[in-house]
Protein backbone atom coordinates (compact mmCIF):
# COMPACT_ATOMS: atom_id res chain seq x y z
CA UNK A 1 0.00 0.00 0.00
CA UNK A 2 1.22 3.37 -0.98
CA UNK A 3 1.38 5.75 1.73
CA UNK A 4 1.94 9.55 1.22
CA UNK A 5 4.52 11.52 3.29
CA UNK A 6 4.69 15.33 3.80
CA UNK A 7 8.56 16.03 3.20
CA UNK A 8 10.29 19.31 3.80
CA UNK A 9 13.75 17.72 3.21
CA UNK A 10 14.54 17.60 6.53
CA UNK A 11 15.60 15.19 9.00
CA UNK A 12 12.38 14.89 10.92
CA UNK A 13 10.39 13.81 7.65
CA UNK A 14 13.31 12.00 6.06
CA UNK A 15 13.33 10.28 9.02
CA UNK A 16 9.23 9.59 9.47
CA UNK A 17 10.14 8.26 5.77
CA UNK A 18 12.48 5.56 6.26
CA UNK A 19 10.31 4.28 9.21
CA UNK A 20 6.88 4.05 7.20
CA UNK A 21 8.95 2.28 4.21
CA UNK A 22 9.14 -0.95 6.24
CA UNK A 23 5.47 -1.48 5.87
CA UNK A 24 4.47 0.87 3.04
CA UNK A 25 5.36 2.14 -0.41
CA UNK A 26 6.70 5.64 0.48
CA UNK A 27 6.38 8.98 -1.83
CA UNK A 28 7.00 12.04 -0.42
CA UNK A 29 5.18 15.42 -0.95
CA UNK A 30 6.25 18.86 -0.71
CA UNK A 31 4.17 21.65 -1.09
CA UNK A 32 5.15 24.92 -2.22
CA UNK A 33 2.84 28.08 -2.64
CA UNK A 34 4.39 29.18 -6.01
CA UNK A 35 3.67 26.76 -8.73
CA UNK A 36 7.41 27.99 -10.81
CA UNK A 37 9.69 27.24 -7.22
CA UNK A 38 12.06 24.77 -7.85
CA UNK A 39 13.54 22.75 -4.98
CA UNK A 40 16.75 21.12 -6.30
CA UNK A 41 17.43 20.48 -2.67
CA UNK A 42 14.56 18.57 -1.85
CA UNK A 43 14.63 16.78 -4.58
CA UNK A 44 17.94 15.42 -4.50
CA UNK A 45 17.64 14.78 -0.45
CA UNK A 46 14.00 12.26 -2.22
CA UNK A 47 16.74 11.03 -4.50
CA UNK A 48 19.19 10.23 -1.15
CA UNK A 49 16.81 8.53 0.43
CA UNK A 50 15.53 6.85 -2.66
CA UNK A 51 11.68 7.53 -2.93
CA UNK A 52 9.78 9.24 -5.77
CA UNK A 53 8.95 12.75 -4.79
CA UNK A 54 6.68 14.72 -6.05
CA UNK A 55 6.22 18.80 -5.75
CA UNK A 56 2.89 20.61 -5.45
CA UNK A 57 1.74 23.49 -5.52
CA UNK A 58 -1.24 25.67 -3.05
CA UNK A 59 -1.09 28.30 -5.24
CA UNK A 60 -0.09 32.26 -5.00
CA UNK A 61 -3.49 33.43 -3.26
CA UNK A 62 -3.18 30.64 -0.27
CA UNK A 63 0.50 31.73 -0.01
CA UNK A 64 -0.95 35.22 0.61
CA UNK A 65 -3.89 34.49 2.68
CA UNK A 66 -1.70 32.49 4.85
CA UNK A 67 0.84 35.68 5.22
CA UNK A 68 -2.23 37.91 5.95
CA UNK A 69 -3.34 35.33 9.18
CA UNK A 70 0.35 35.79 10.12
CA UNK A 71 -0.08 39.57 10.20
CA UNK A 72 -3.13 39.35 11.75
CA UNK A 73 -1.99 37.13 14.77
CA UNK A 74 1.29 38.54 15.28
CA UNK A 75 2.60 34.89 15.34
CA UNK A 76 3.18 32.00 12.91
CA UNK A 77 2.13 29.42 14.27
CA UNK A 78 -1.88 29.43 13.49
CA UNK A 79 -1.14 30.00 9.88
CA UNK A 80 1.51 27.39 9.25
CA UNK A 81 -0.53 24.49 11.12
CA UNK A 82 -3.66 25.73 8.95
CA UNK A 83 -1.40 25.63 5.77
CA UNK A 84 -0.38 21.79 7.31
CA UNK A 85 -4.01 20.74 7.57
CA UNK A 86 -4.96 21.61 3.79
CA UNK A 87 -1.38 19.48 3.01
CA UNK A 88 -2.78 16.41 4.63
CA UNK A 89 -6.18 16.62 3.66
CA UNK A 90 -4.71 17.40 -0.09
CA UNK A 91 -2.82 13.99 0.50
CA UNK A 92 -5.78 12.12 1.83
CA UNK A 93 -7.96 12.52 -0.77
CA UNK A 94 -5.13 10.47 -2.92
CA UNK A 95 -3.89 8.18 -0.81
CA UNK A 96 -5.24 5.48 1.93
CA UNK A 97 -2.13 6.10 4.03
CA UNK A 98 -1.14 9.50 5.32
CA UNK A 99 2.01 10.95 7.21
CA UNK A 100 4.63 13.63 8.35
CA UNK A 101 7.41 13.93 10.19
CA UNK A 102 5.46 15.75 13.45
CA UNK A 103 7.64 14.82 16.95
CA UNK A 104 6.08 14.38 20.44
CA UNK A 105 6.69 18.15 21.38
CA UNK A 106 6.63 19.80 18.26
CA UNK A 107 4.12 22.86 18.59
CA UNK A 108 3.80 23.83 14.93
CA UNK A 109 2.91 22.69 13.08
CA UNK A 110 0.65 20.15 15.18
CA UNK A 111 -2.83 18.78 14.28
CA UNK A 112 -5.19 17.93 17.15
CA UNK A 113 -6.39 14.69 17.93
CA UNK A 114 -10.08 16.01 16.43
CA UNK A 115 -8.21 17.04 13.56
CA UNK A 116 -6.74 13.42 12.63
CA UNK A 117 -10.01 11.81 13.38
CA UNK A 118 -12.16 14.21 11.09
CA UNK A 119 -9.53 13.64 8.21
CA UNK A 120 -9.88 9.97 8.80
CA UNK A 121 -13.40 10.15 8.40
CA UNK A 122 -13.94 12.38 6.25
CA UNK A 123 -11.53 10.74 3.23
CA UNK A 124 -11.46 7.38 4.88
CA UNK A 125 -7.30 7.52 5.61
CA UNK A 126 -4.50 6.44 7.81
CA UNK A 127 -2.67 9.62 9.11
CA UNK A 128 -0.04 8.46 10.67
CA UNK A 129 2.61 10.33 12.83
CA UNK A 130 5.18 7.34 13.46
CA UNK A 131 7.55 10.19 15.10
CA UNK A 132 4.82 11.08 17.42
CA UNK A 133 6.11 9.61 20.44
CA UNK A 134 9.45 10.67 20.20
CA UNK A 135 11.32 13.73 21.40
CA UNK A 136 13.78 15.94 19.79
CA UNK A 137 16.65 14.36 21.62
CA UNK A 138 15.85 10.71 20.27
CA UNK A 139 15.31 12.05 16.70
CA UNK A 140 18.59 13.90 16.29
CA UNK A 141 20.13 10.43 17.63
CA UNK A 142 18.52 8.45 14.77
CA UNK A 143 18.75 10.99 12.48
CA UNK A 144 22.53 11.09 13.04
CA UNK A 145 22.78 7.32 12.55
CA UNK A 146 20.66 7.04 9.53
CA UNK A 147 21.10 10.52 7.69
CA UNK A 148 23.51 13.04 6.83
CA UNK A 149 22.00 16.42 7.69
CA UNK A 150 22.82 20.30 7.25
CA UNK A 151 21.59 22.71 9.93
CA UNK A 152 20.90 26.55 9.18
CA UNK A 153 18.81 29.17 10.17
CA UNK A 154 15.11 29.29 8.46
CA UNK A 155 15.78 30.79 5.31
CA UNK A 156 19.05 30.06 4.80
CA UNK A 157 18.37 26.67 3.93
CA UNK A 158 16.26 25.96 0.24
CA UNK A 159 14.02 23.14 1.99
CA UNK A 160 10.35 22.83 1.27
CA UNK A 161 9.33 24.48 4.64
CA UNK A 162 6.18 26.23 4.63
CA UNK A 163 7.55 29.44 6.28
CA UNK A 164 10.28 30.24 3.66
CA UNK A 165 7.22 30.97 1.09
CA UNK A 166 4.90 32.76 3.92
CA UNK A 167 8.06 34.52 5.28
CA UNK A 168 9.28 36.04 1.61
CA UNK A 169 5.55 37.23 1.00
CA UNK A 170 4.94 39.08 4.32
CA UNK A 171 8.30 40.77 3.32
CA UNK A 172 6.85 41.53 -0.05
CA UNK A 173 3.67 43.28 1.42
CA UNK A 174 6.19 45.36 3.42
CA UNK A 175 6.02 44.10 6.65
CA UNK A 176 9.31 42.86 8.34
CA UNK A 177 9.65 39.35 10.03
CA UNK A 178 11.63 40.27 12.67
CA UNK A 179 9.12 40.16 15.80
CA UNK A 180 6.58 37.70 13.50
CA UNK A 181 8.44 34.67 13.66
CA UNK A 182 10.84 33.08 16.35
CA UNK A 183 14.60 34.54 16.26
CA UNK A 184 16.90 31.90 15.75
CA UNK A 185 14.60 28.80 14.63
CA UNK A 186 16.85 26.07 13.09
CA UNK A 187 15.76 24.06 10.21
CA UNK A 188 17.20 20.67 8.42
CA UNK A 189 18.38 19.47 5.09
CA UNK A 190 19.07 15.78 4.13
CA UNK A 191 22.20 16.04 1.68
CA UNK A 192 22.56 12.13 1.79
CA UNK A 193 21.83 9.04 4.09
CA UNK A 194 24.38 6.64 5.83
CA UNK A 195 23.41 3.17 4.17
CA UNK A 196 23.13 1.54 7.71
Not at 15 to 38: H, Q, S
Not at 49 to 69: C, I, N, Q, T, V
Not at 83 to 93: G, P, Y
Request: aromatic fraction near 8%.
Amino acid sequence: MKAGLLFSGGKDSALAALMLARDYEVELNTFVFDPERELPSVEAAARALGFPWHKRSFGLEYRDEAARMVLASGYPNDAITAVHRRAVEALAQEYGVVGDGTRLNDRVPMLTKSDVLRIADRYGCSYVRPLLGYGKTEVQRLAGRYLIVTNGETGTLENGDYEYEIRAAIERMGHPCAGLFPAHHGQSLVVGATGT
